[in-house]
């Protein structure tokens, strides 16, 4: 549905296959709806983060009100050997 969706937006045609028949059929509830969901509770956290690679070890930092959280490994033989973007 989301692909037909996204199509339409652009003025293509959409074709209603059955497959898409079948998912607009399952939504057809909300047309008769007469109730409501409470909202999820939300959080919202800020957080940062850094990254460096070299060519033996990569390793990031998480940056957390509450402490730090490092990471890191060094690369294995196969991964050592390809440029440090991939």
């Not at 956290?45 to 930092?61: G, L, Q």
């Not at 009100?65 to 050592?80: L, R």
Request: aromatic share 14%.
């Amino acid at each position: 549905m989301v692909s037909s969706i996204a199509r339409a937006s652009k003025g293509a045609k959409v074709s209603l296959t059955s497959s898409l028949l079948e998912e607009v059929q399952i939504w057809r509830f909300i047309d008769e709806w007469d109730s409501f969901i409470f909202w999820r509770h939300e959080r919202h956290v800020a957080f940062s983060i850094s990254s460096d690679a070299s060519c033996y070890r990569w390793t990031a930092v998480v940056y957390l009100k509450s402490s730090d959280i490092s990471m890191g490994d060094y690369w294995d033989d196969e991964v050592k050997n390809k440029h440090i973007n991939a």
